[in-house]
């Protein structure tokens, strides 16, 4: 068998068909997806593979991990929550930090493990992952200084549909242990106790209030290896403390947060070889206090 004949029908069609015969295939499938989107709910829209998933076929699986991802996440928020762009970041980022020679991964705010198991699944070999949660809901303490910080309101008791039997269930799919895999109950960051000198290549920060969220920061990015990767759930979302917290530690430092186009809005922080000169973290704090004058 030839190349030719091996090549995928749509494939042939692109490579040696006459363009209005392109064109006409193409105001089809254009008339395809306005379908779709007409039978879809409003807040959905239709969005073509990515070519890192479509040319490239780095993430095999991935179609059946977003029908989980999204299930799963839809059923604990009760609401449709569908996010496929989400979870193409965690496997692009996840992929991204395999090549790095040291560190370990890390979630904070695991709730029922659903990003957790996407984690495990396509970490490192041999590498370990740390998930954090009180696995009971927030904790009074930072709900408090939500409402003291930002006035966010209505929080107490969220995110206690969990245990922490039931995340660990989830998260090993099937598995009764993994050596890699050790959640951390309780209050963050006294669960942190113990870690201090251990070093990061991936971290998710999904604590959703203002407090843990800083101090997330102020544990993991320290220690976070050049090259790492630190993702910021609800970075652009209606947890307003997470964008504060943020703002508030990097803005100093001279790191930007980069946001996604996943539903929760996700920042992206990847540690720089070098850190910035002092000067250009002065001028960037002054750019930040002008920008909210």
């Known amino acids: 068998m030839n190349d030719t004949t091996a090549l995928p029908l749509r494939k042939k069609l692109h490579t040696y068909a006459p363009d209005w015969?392109?064109?006409?295939?193409?105001?089809?499938?254009?008339?395809?997806?306005?379908?779709?989107?007409?039978?879809?709910?409003?807040?959905?829209?239709?969005?073509?593979n990515p070519n890192c998933v479509e040319k490239l076929g780095h993430f095999p699986g991935l179609r059946n991990e977003i029908?989980?991802?999204n299930y799963a996440t839809s059923i604990a928020q009760k609401s449709l929550a569908v996010d496929a762009n989400r979870v193409i970041l965690l496997r692009t980022m996840l992929r991204q930090v395999a090549r790095l020679p040291a560190g370990e991964y890390a979630e904070l705010g695991t709730y029922r493990g659903i990003s957790a198991r996407l984690i495990l699944r396509h970490m490192k070999r041999g590498a370990q992952l740390h998930c954090f949660d009180t696995f009971e809901g927030f904790d009074e303490k930072d709900t408090s200084a939500e409402s003291r910080t930002v006035r966010n309101r209505g929080i107490d008791g969220a995110f206690a549909d969990t245990s922490l039997q039931r995340a660990e269930d989830y998260?090993?799919?099937?598995?009764?242990?993994?050596?890699s895999l050790f959640l951390h109950k309780g209050y963050f960051p006294e669960?942190?106790?113990?870690?201090?000198?251990?070093?990061?290549?991936?971290?998710?920060?999904?604590?959703?209030?203002?407090?843990?969220?800083?101090?997330?920061?102020k544990r993991f990015y320290p220690k976070l290896v050049p090259g790492g990767v630190m993702l910021l759930h609800d970075y652009y979302s209606f947890f307003d403390g997470?964008?504060?917290?943020?703002?508030?530690?990097?803005?100093?430092?001279?790191?930007?947060?980069?946001?996604?186009?996943?539903?929760a809005g996700t920042g992206v922080?990847?540690?720089?070889?070098?850190?910035?000169?002092r000067d250009w973290r002065d001028a960037f704090s002054g750019l930040l206090k002008d920008t909210a004058a």
């Not at 254009?30 to 007409?38: P, Y």
């Not at 998260?171 to 050596?179: C, V």
């Not at 997470?242 to 539903?263: H, I, Q, S």
């Not at 922080?269 to 000169?277: D, F, L």
């Open 171 to 179: 998260i090993l799919d099937g598995e009764i242990h993994n050596s």
């Open 242 to 263: 997470v964008r504060r917290a943020a703002d508030e530690y990097f803005g100093p430092l001279g790191v930007v947060v980069v946001p996604m186009n996943d539903k």
């Open 21 to 48: 015969l392109k064109i006409l295939a193409t105001r089809i499938d254009l008339a395809r997806i306005f379908i779709a989107e007409l039978l879809l709910p409003r807040k959905c829209y239709v969005q073509i």
């Open 67 to 69: 029908r989980s991802y």
């Open 269 to 277: 922080v990847i540690k720089p070889e070098q850190e910035a000169s």
């Open 191 to 217: 669960t942190f106790s113990g870690l201090e000198n251990h070093t990061w290549r991936f971290v998710h920060l999904d604590p959703d209030l203002y407090l843990p969220m800083l101090e997330g920061l």
